[in-house]
């Protein structure tokens, strides 16, 4: 990692981490044995994925990508995200939970966020995504609590998609993301002149404008897009009515999305030469073809 994405690891990171549903509050309903079963499993599980260089730049774009749904509304107005309990990103693969509130009510979404454009491991994420469709279970969320929709326990049934981003690209999010938050990070302006200050202040501002109006939005929508038109048809010819009507919603909302959105030419073109974008379409064509885990 670079050094600007080890700054951000270390913050931005960090907080988004503290802020993961703790497995602990659950107790009440899950009892001790099960939550140190639980415990133990995420424990052998951390000390595998720490080995690995590329899950920073997961936790990374992940960590930006909850920020924006939050600050500048990337999903709408009516979403907001929960971070999940490690249990739930590692076994369920969900890292970010994204509920909606509208007139029926709350929706969920689970989204799993990677950076790799290995064509080998996106299609084990997606033989799990197909596996869930065949089974007409989606994903589950065990340690679920939200004070919105007062749901506290499993929540089942929720869409899972699968969305990322080249290592060039959340480079440049990082460097931007600095920017924007150069003042919270320095604290101490001793030594600056006003002018600097106001400078400081304009530069993070403008950062910010640009993380919230960024053709990663434009990009994530997009790899959400692909995806449910792959899905709706394969959970329909399955006789999976019931997913292929959640995957139906979700795409409506998406192309809402995309609809009140623009970027100029060369971004969409940056976007859809994006080495993830570019492994994730290759494996939606071959779909039908995928492995099914056991």
Known sequence: MSGVERKIFEILVHEHKESAISIEDFLDLYGADIIARDQEYVARVKADIEKRPYTKRAQILEALINEQIELSDWFGPEAQTITPADFDDFRNGVDIAVEFEGEEGFKHLALGVDVTSNTAQLADKLGQVKKRILNGKLTVMKYFKSERSNIRGELGNIPNLVVGASGELIQE??????????????????????????????????????????????????????????????????????????????????????????????????????????????????????????
């Open 173 to 294: 999010l990082s460097e931007l993301w600095l920017s924007a938050n150069n003042a919270r990070i320095r604290k101490d302006n001793a030594g600056l002149s006003q002018e600097s200050i106001d400078s400081q202040r304009r530069l993070a501002r403008e950062a910010q404008k640009k993380l919230a109006g960024h053709r990663t939005k434009v990009l994530v929508l997009n790899e959400m897009k692909i995806q449910l038109e792959t899905f709706i048809p394969f959970a329909a010819k399955n006789g999976q009515e019931g997913a292929a009507a959640k995957f139906s919603q979700l795409l409506e909302m998406v192309n809402e999305l995309l609809t009140d959105t623009e970027i100029s030419v060369n971004d969409q073109i940056k976007n859809q030469q994006d080495q993830f974008f570019l492994g994730l379409a290759e494996q939606l064509k071959a779909f039908e073809g995928i492995a099914v885990p056991e």
